[in-house]
């Protein structure tokens, strides 16, 4: 397998991994120090998934760490098809789940005119944008495990 | 290039095109039925991202057909290199659009347990099933054209 920036026990992935477990964990933060979000279906799904997330990354960074301290390289294609599987799985439940609770966000703010709940509101906004953000960078380390994958 | 099911003038890539056209075409004409889906900003989003998956795969779909009849080979690493971009833009869309309106679908007929407007309601959930099952023919789309890519 190729060596290239974002494989498994670069530089790249570990900064990848840390700012995917940093936004979820934002987004959590944000979400559920709100005092309604358990009335919105979609708001305890991003919880759910962005749990999730924190938990894959936190994994893979541990992972990453280690073998960039011990300078070991992480080939394996039994374990790349397992990272492939797992970011491609916990990419699209952030990327359902920010967008379902983004849906909602938008029809509260624009669609019906009106966010009765002060500062909360800005709350969800924050949290949907970190959700993003946390999706961006799964979404380049999962292009870049199905790359190296695919080109072994 | 590699020849597999799915790449790029054979006959599955033909099907997969086939049925991404038709669940989006069956979701604009669930959606653009009702009577005020304009009131949703995310249902607008969901009719004109499926809009966009029409043109795509209804193009792709002509292309597939016409290397199938002349028994041509569409492996040109270029257009190949297209093919991927569309299909992960087009495919990230629609599920950040079906997700999005199934979160307001859900908020209306779950947590608020109501949905006033009767029929209508059945529509949207038809509509958002359709996105969904349009999104899962597209995502094999993509990730075949992107192993196609990197295996070359």
Chains 1, 2 share one sequence.
Not at 104 to 113: E, H, N, P, R, W
Not at 122 to 150: E, P, R, T
Request: aromatic share 12%; net charge neutral.
């Amino acid at each position: 397998m190729k060596e290239f920036p974002g494989t498994p026990g670069t530089l790249t992935a570990l900064v990848l991994r840390v700012s995917q477990f940093v936004f979820a964990v934002g987004s959590i933060a944000s979400m559920a120090t709100t005092d309604s979000f358990f009335n919105f279906t979609a708001f305890c799904y991003l919880i759910a998934s962005m749990g999730l997330q924190v938990i894959w990354s936190s994994g893979l960074a541990f992972l990453d760490a280690y073998a960039l301290l011990r300078k070991k390289v992480i080939h394996n294609p039994i374990l790349v098809s397992l990272f492939v599987v797992g970011d491609w799985v916990t990419a699209t439940l952030s990327l359902a789940a920010a967008s379902a609770s983004a849906g909602i966000t938008v029809l509260y703010f624009s669609d019906l005119g009106r966010c009765s709940s002060g500062e909360e509101c800005q709350q969800y906004q924050m949290s949907v944008a970190l959700a993003y953000m946390s999706w961006v960078s799964i979404a380049i380390s999962s292009l870049l495990m199905l790359w190296l994958l695919a080109a072994s």
